[in-house]
């Protein structure tokens, strides 16, 4: 399977047409038929159904287009990497946090390095952290900023002194908006919106207790904004990490923190024996050396 097949596959994705695409690409349509066929014949299995106006994916289609963007994205990324070897330092940083208070921490980081070495630049990807530890794995994500608990066995970190604070979300009319904060039995019979990782919601359960069975969980989400959101429609009260306020409009949502307090703390991580490019490492120096005064680092 051949590079250029695969930057032949999705023109034809992006394009939805073998005509339209083999125009943008350079190439004559019975070239670009004869490529694809072959790639069909070598995985065994049909990527398109052709319609009269347009073409469509098949779910074996879908599948190679999320295989074959990750594939590419690497091929870029590991081309940039050698070509930056002894240049001055440059490049790219590809890092992955979620929607956390210590994100402030995080960025504050990048604009300091960015201020010394003005050639770096940053490519920031926002999951939660079960996915942007995938990405790492596979090689798209440099360095991660990962709320705990994680799993972070295979990873060197530093981990940051900002301690993520659990609240709820609900509308400002809302009776537990009146509140300083919100406790176990205030939450117990309300439609709740929970985070989605497991993990994280084993954190729920050892605060709420036997209780935690016996919750009216209407909706679970990855991201505080689409939390923040449900909560504006009135689908119910959200847990999530705290983040800062001009995330959200204060006029439409409510944050209240959990009492007793339920904290959680973030690492900064990467994989252990990675060979990275020259502005990957400076910036993991860089990170070790502002954080190790306030931070525990392995």
Known sequence: MEIRVLQYFLAIVREESISRAAESLHVTQPTLSRQ???????????????????????????LLRRRAQEILALVDKTSEELSQQN?????????????IASVEQLTELMNRFHAVHPLVHFDLFTANADQVRERMDRGLLDIGLLLEPVNIERYAFVRLDVRERWCALM???????????????????????????????????????????????????NFTSNAAALVRHGLGCALVIEVPAPLWNAETIACRPLAPELTATSVLAWKREQPFSPAVTEFIAYTRARLSGAAQSQ
């Open 36 to 62: 694809i066929a072959q790639l069909e014949e070598e995985i065994g299995a049909k990527l398109f159904e052709r319609g009269a106006k347009r073409i469509a994916l098949t779910r074996e289609g879908m």
């Open 87 to 99: 240049q001055q330092l440059e490049g790219r940083i590809a890092i992955g946090c979620g929607e």
């Open 171 to 221: 509308p400002p009319n809302h009776p537990l908006a009146a509140k300083n904060s919100v406790t176990r039995e205030d939450l117990a019979a309300l439609p709740l919106i929970l985070p989605r990782r497991q993990g994280v919601q084993a954190e729920l359960a050892s605060w709420f207790g036997p209780q935690f069975e016996r919750l009216n969980v209407v909706c679970t989400s």
